[in-house]
């Protein structure tokens, strides 16, 4: 390779490394314990827990949980019923003010299926585990903090490509894994930064690019609505709004009917943004690691309880629903967990490293320049 050419990728990795670095630190810190996030809540005491009650106590119709939703959040509506394959006699409830109340402003607790009891969710409103959360997802900063950790992601994908490219010519001079220890503090550091960097390559790129999706997740269900969903609530475009509601005790039957094969995952009432002014939207999932997190929507009229469209999954939301399990190593239990976190924690090596490097480098004309004036 040319030093021209080697010279002009030395400065794109240079650059978007420094740019993008000090959000990926924080990123790599907030991860982490992410990572873990179901085993820290249970250890700081945030996971929710319902009482004992014998094994084959009945579960109340899901009407009479939406009626204990609303007891529970008085002047509030049901968003949200969500589903937890940890626990058979929970229900995840979400409600807000209004049913278009955006997600940052609802509240989500958990309800006993056998009782109506509400149980508080300190990690899902305020914990320490959703600060960290907000802190990795958008800094608190909403959509524009999510963009900019989308640009940072973006550029680290950059980093990380001309990275590979000045490897190749810089490890002929060298075997392989080879670590210069008789040699000065900041070579022993760069061959360390390239040889940590090379055995993350693969993860690095899976986590970068799934977080750039996951990122731009506001803009792909937004998307998903104006194409996807208008294109199945077509015919009620003109409809008045809806005064009365059907129970909604048969929609999960009605949803299993429709869609054999698949489990629910959540239903969305009217309004939200997962359906429409005229639907319960059940997404049903399939039952293997893959498909467990691919949703396919059944729209049930809110009024007659027909099935008016069952939807098919456009890739950007099969994307964006793969890309976050992946992102934080949901899918291969505790090995994967612990996988992602070596590799979560070599990361930080690597962006740590990268800016001891420049700034070693930077200092050097600096002490060139100082020798020279005592020298005179």
Same mark, same amino acid.
């Given at each position: 390779?040319? =030093?021209?050419?080697?010279?002009?990728?030395?400065?794109?990795?240079?650059?978007?490394?420094?740019?993008?670095?000090?959000?990926?630190?924080?990123?790599?810190?907030?991860?982490?314990?992410?990572?873990?996030?179901?085993?820290?809540? $249970?250890?700081?005491?945030?996971?929710?827990?319902?009482?004992?009650?014998?094994?084959?106590?009945?579960?109340?119709?899901?009407?009479?949980?939406?009626?204990?939703?609303?007891?529970?959040?008085?002047?509030?509506?049901?968003?949200?019923?969500?589903?937890?394959?940890?626990?058979?006699?929970?229900?995840?409830?979400?409600?807000? @003010?209004?049913?278009?109340?955006?997600?940052?402003?609802?509240?989500?607790?958990?309800?006993?299926?056998? =009782?109506?009891?509400?149980?508080?969710?300190?990690?899902?409103?305020?914990?320490?585990?959703?600060?960290?959360?907000?802190?990795?997802?958008?800094?608190?900063?909403?959509?524009?903090?999510?963009?900019?950790?989308?640009?940072?992601?973006?550029?680290?994908?950059?980093?990380?490509?001309?990275?590979?490219?000045?490897?190749?010519?810089?490890?002929?001079?060298?075997?392989?894994?080879?670590?210069?220890?008789?040699?000065?503090?900041?070579?022993?550091?760069?061959?360390?930064?390239?040889?940590?960097?090379?055995?993350?390559?693969?993860?690095?790129?899976?986590?970068?690019?799934?977080?750039?999706?996951?990122?731009?997740?506001?803009?792909?269900?937004? @998307?998903?609505?104006?194409?996807?969903?208008?294109?199945?609530?077509?015919?009620?475009?003109? @409809?008045?709004?809806?005064?009365?509601?059907?129970?909604?005790?048969?929609?999960?039957?009605?949803?299993?009917?429709?869609?054999?094969?698949?489990?629910?995952?959540?239903?969305?009432?009217?309004?939200?943004?997962?359906? =429409?002014?005229?639907?319960? =939207?059940?997404?049903?999932?399939?039952?293997?690691?893959?498909? &467990? $997190?691919?949703?396919?929507?059944?729209?049930?009229?809110?009024?007659?309880?027909?099935?008016?469209?069952?939807?098919?999954?456009?890739?950007?939301?099969?994307?964006?629903?793969?890309?976050?399990?992946? $992102?934080?190593?949901?899918?291969?239990?505790?090995?994967?967990?612990?996988?992602? &976190?070596?590799?979560?924690?070599?990361?930080?090596?690597?962006?740590?490293?990268?800016?001891?490097?420049?700034?070693?480098?930077?200092? @050097?004309? &600096?002490?060139?320049?100082?020798?020279?004036?005592?020298?005179?």
């Amino acid at each position: 390779m040319k =030093s021209t050419t080697i010279r002009r990728w030395l400065f794109i990795h240079t650059w978007t490394s420094l740019i993008c670095t000090l959000f990926l630190l924080l990123l790599a810190l907030t991860g982490l314990p992410l990572i873990f996030h179901h085993e820290l809540e $249970h250890l700081l005491g945030e996971a929710p827990e319902l009482r004992a009650m014998p094994v084959d106590t009945p579960h109340l119709s899901l009407q009479e949980l939406v009626q204990a939703a609303e007891l529970h959040r008085p002047g509030e509506v049901v968003q949200y019923f969500g589903y937890d394959e940890d626990e058979r006699n929970g229900v995840i409830a979400i409600t807000a @003010a209004t049913a278009g109340t955006e997600p940052n402003s609802s509240h989500t607790f958990m309800l006993d299926a056998r =009782s109506g009891e509400a149980v508080e969710m300190p990690a899902a409103n305020g914990g320490l585990l959703m600060v960290i959360l907000r802190l990795h997802v958008d800094m608190f900063a909403g959509l524009p903090g999510k963009l900019l950790l989308a640009f940072m992601g973006l550029l680290f994908v950059v980093a990380i490509i001309s990275g590979v490219v000045l490897y190749a010519p810089f490890m002929r001079r060298l075997k392989f894994a080879e670590v210069r220890r008789h040699k000065s503090s900041r070579t022993r550091w760069l061959d360390l930064h390239n040889l940590i960097g090379i055995l993350t390559l693969t993860w690095a790129l899976v986590v970068g690019v799934t977080g750039v999706i996951s990122a731009c997740a506001d803009l792909l269900i937004e @998307a998903w609505r104006n194409e996807s969903l208008a294109a199945m609530v077509e015919p009620y475009r003109d @409809a008045p709004p809806l005064t009365e509601r059907a129970p909604v005790n048969e929609v999960l039957n009605i949803a299993a009917k429709a869609a054999p094969g698949m489990q629910p995952d959540f239903i969305a009432f009217p309004g939200t943004r997962f359906s =429409s002014e005229h639907h319960y =939207s059940v997404f049903m999932k399939g039952s293997t690691h893959l498909t &467990a $997190h691919l949703w396919t929507p059944v729209l049930i009229d809110a009024k007659t309880l027909e099935v008016t469209a069952i939807g098919q999954r456009p890739w950007y939301m099969d994307a964006l629903s793969m890309s976050q399990p992946l $992102h934080f190593g949901d899918y291969g239990g505790r090995p994967m967990q612990i996988l992602w &976190a070596i590799l979560d924690v070599l990361t930080i090596i690597v962006l740590g490293s990268g800016l001891y490097l420049w700034w070693v480098r930077q200092r @050097a004309p &600096a002490k060139r320049n100082e020798r020279t004036e005592v020298a005179v």
